[in-house]
């Protein structure tokens, strides 16, 4: 059993910075493969970015040389580092990871981008 807990959400002005964080605990992380999804109000789940057990990443389109994944396998964390944040980033962010067919999620955690 993982449990995952994201943390570095807030309210940031459009431009700013956040970085999200999220930690394991239960498992060793690095056998995972891990990733940010996002959700809006009244929009579809979105995945935001993904980074697998050999550190390859992956992002979406929306976000691509704005967001950058990470992982500290010595932590047991996951990082999302959103730059250059825009209004239509606001969402719920969480954390998701995958060893198929074990897959576990994070609680999620508030990003709004707003003046």
């Known amino acids: 059993q993982v449990q995952l807990v994201e943390s570095g959400g807030g309210l940031v002005q459009p431009g700013g910075s956040l970085r999200l964080s999220c930690a394991a605990s239960?498992?060793?992380?690095?056998?995972?493969?891990m990733m940010w999804y996002r959700q809006a109000p009244g929009k579809q789940r979105e995945l935001v970015a993904s980074?697998?057990?050999?550190?390859?990443?992956n992002y979406a389109d929306s976000v691509k040389g704005r967001f950058t994944i990470s992982r500290d396998n010595a932590k047991n964390t996951v990082y999302l580092q959103m730059n250059n944040l825009k209004p239509e980033d606001t969402a719920v962010y969480s954390c998701?990871?995958?060893?198929?067919?074990?897959?576990?999620w994070g609680q999620g955690t508030q990003v709004t981008v707003s003046t």
């Open positions: 998701h990871a995958e060893d198929p067919p074990l897959e576990y």
């Open positions: 980074i697998t057990m050999y550190n390859t990443t």
């Open positions: 239960g498992s060793i992380l690095y056998i995972y493969n």
